[in-house]
C-alpha cells in the first residue's frame, strides 16, 4: 500500500471512531436530554454554530496549522460534547455544542483539502488522472466511514439492553406516540423510563475512549502533506472576507435561489429523523434501548441507496435522481461559492427543525416538513426548466462542464454518499 493511500485508510478510520462516538449520541439527545427540551436544543446550536464556522474558521485554521493538525484539533471539540454529556445541563451541554459546532466546517474542510491534495500529489509522481485517484480515494474513505452509523447505534442499543423496560406499553399511551406526540400531552410510558446513570456514564465512556482514540491515531500515524503544492498556495491566498462575500454573492443566480427550499428540506427531514422520530416514535413505543437498532436500518439504507443511485443514474439521468450531486453539475464554475450555500441553507434548516421541535406537534412538525419537501420538488422544476432553456454556451465551456459531470458520475459510482446528519 502506498503512504498516500494509507493516509487515506487513517483518516477514515480516525473518522470512524469519532463519529461512532457523535452520530450514535446525538441520536438519542431528544430522548436522553428530554426535559425542557435540552436535548433539541442542543442539536440546534450545533448547527448554528457550524454556520459560523463555515464562513471563515476553515481557510485561515488550514492555512495556519495544515490539515493534519487542524483535524486533530477539531476532533477534540467533539470529544468535549461527549465529555459535556456526562453531567447533561445547559452550562455544560450549550457551551460544548458552540464548541463542536466550530469544529465542524474545519475538519471536514481540512478531511476534502487532504484527500484532494494527496490524490492529485499520488496523481503526478504515477502519471494518473488527478480526478480518477481523487475519486478513489474518497470511495475508500466513505467505505470505511459509513460503517460509523452501524457500530455507534449497536452499541448504545446493547448497553441500554442490560436494563430494559419492564412490562408492556397499553394502547391508551401508545396514542400520545407518533404523530400525536405533543410534548405536554403526552403521558410517561414504561418504554420511555430513563436509563440507569450507571449505563450512561458506560456509554458515554466508550464514546469518548472512542473519541480519544481518534484523535492519537491522527496525531500519532497521519503523514503530514507538503507545503510547496501551487494549487494549495493558491488556496490558501484567497482571503476569507472574500469566500464570505462569494456565498452571498451566488445568490444573484436565479438557480441558486430555487434551490433553498430542496438544501434546507435536508436539514428539515434529517432533523425530524434525529429529533422526533427517535423521541416519538421508537423511545416512545419501543424503549430507548431500541433506539440504536432503528437507526442501524436507516444507515444501512442510506448506504445502500446511495450505492445503487450512483448506479441508476447513469440510465435515468439528474432530472430522476436529481439529489445525487447536484450542486456540482449546475455550478461548474462556482463550486466553492455554491457548496458553502449548501452549508449554509442545510444547516439553517437544520436550525430551524431543532429550534421549533419543543413547541410543536409531531404531527405538525410533519406537515411542514412535506410542505417544504413538495415547494422543493416544484422549484427544483423551474430549475431544469431554465437548464433546458438556457443558451447554448461556447465549446469550450461545454467541455468543461461534460468533464464535470461525468467526474461527478464516476463519484457517485465509487463513493456512499455521507449523511449530512453527520457534521
Known amino acids: 500500500m502506498d503512504s498516500n493511500l494509507k493516509n487515506v485508510v ?5 473518522f470512524l471512531f469519532l463519529f461512532t462516538a457523535y452520530g450514535a449520541l446525538q441520536n438519542l439527545q431528544s430522548s436522553l436530554n428530554k426535559e425542557e427540551g435540552l436535548g433539541v436544543t442542543t442539536l ?34 467533539y470529544i468535549t460534547f461527549s465529555l459535556g454529556n456526562f453531567y447533561a445541563s445547559w ?45 478513489q480515494y474518497f470511495g475508500t474513505f466513505y467505505l470505511i466511514f459509513q460503517t460509523s ?49 450507571d449505563l450512561i456514564y458506560t456509554l458515554l465512556g466508550i464514546y469518548t475512549g472512542s473519541g480519544i482514540l481518534a484523535v492519537l491515531l491522527i496525531a500519532v500515524f497521519l503523514g503530514q502533506l507538503p507545503n510547496d503544492s501551487e494549487e494549495n498556495e493558491e488556496e490558501k491566498n484567497i482571503p476569507a472576507w472574500t469566500r464570505f462575500l462569494a456565498t452571498f454573492q451566488h445568490l444573484k443566480d436565479k438557480r ?19 429529533g422526533d ?55 461548474v464554475k462556482n463550486k466553492e461559492a455554491a457548496f458553502a450555500n449548501y452549508r449554509l441553507w442545510e444547516s439553517l434548516g437544520f436550525v430551524i427543525a431543532f429550534g421549533y421541535s419543543t413547541f410543536l406537534c409531531v404531527y405538525v412538525k410533519l406537515y411542514i416538513v412535506l410542505s417544504v419537501l413538495i415547494l422543493s ?14 443558451p447554448p454556451e461556447t465549446s469550450g465551456s461545454e467541455e468543461k462542464e461534460s468533464q464535470a459531470e461525468e467526474m461527478d458520475t464516476q463519484r457517485c459510482e465509487n463513493d456512499t454518499v455521507p449523511q449530512d446528519i453527520f457534521f
Open 256 to 274: 441558486q435561489c430555487f434551490l433553498i427550499p430542496l438544501t434546507m428540506y435536508s436539514g428539515f427531514e434529517q432533523g425530524f429523523i434525529s
Open 277 to 331: 422520530y427517535t423521541k416519538s416514535y421508537v423511545t416512545c413505543a419501543l424503549g430507548i434501548h431500541n433506539v440504536g437498532f432503528v437507526m442501524i436500518c436507516f444507515s444501512g439504507a442510506t448506504s445502500l441507496c446511495s450505492l445503487m443511485f450512483g448506479k441508476l443514474s447513469q440510465y435515468t439521468g439528474r432530472k430522476v435522481l436529481y439529489a445525487i450531486a447536484i450542486y456540482g453539475v449546475l455550478f
Open 91 to 135: 452550562f455544560t451541554l450549550i457551551p460544548t455544542a458552540i464548541i463542536l459546532g466550530l469544529g465542524a466546517a474545519p475538519l471536514w474542510s481540512a478531511e476534502s483539502t487532504y484527500l484532494t491534495t494527496s490524490g492529485n500529489i499520488y496523481a503526478k509522481k504515477t502519471g494518473k488522472l488527478g480526478k480518477d485517484v481523487i475519486n
Open 377 to 390: 420538488v416544484v422549484l427544483y422544476g423551474i430549475v431544469e426548466v431554465l437548464e433546458h432553456t438556457k
Open 149 to 197: 452509523g452501524v457500530w455507534g447505534n449497536l452499541i448504545s442499543s446493547l448497553v441500554f439492553q442490560q436494563d430494559p423496560p419492564k412490562g408492556e406499553i397499553t394502547k391508551e399511551q401508545l396514542l400520545f406516540c407518533g404523530a400525536n406526540d405533543c410534548m405536554k400531552t403526552s403521558t410517561a410510558t414504561n418504554s420511555t423510563k430513563h436509563p440507569g446513570n
Open 10 to 14: 487513517i483518516i477514515a478510520i480516525g
Open 44 to 77: 440546534s446550536v450545533i448547527y448554528a454554530s457550524v454556520i459560523l464556522s463555515s464562513m471563515f474558521l476553515p481557510p485561515v485554521l488550514i492555512k495556519k496549522f495544515g490539515c493534519k493538525w487542524t483535524i486533530t484539533f477539531s476532533m477534540c471539540c
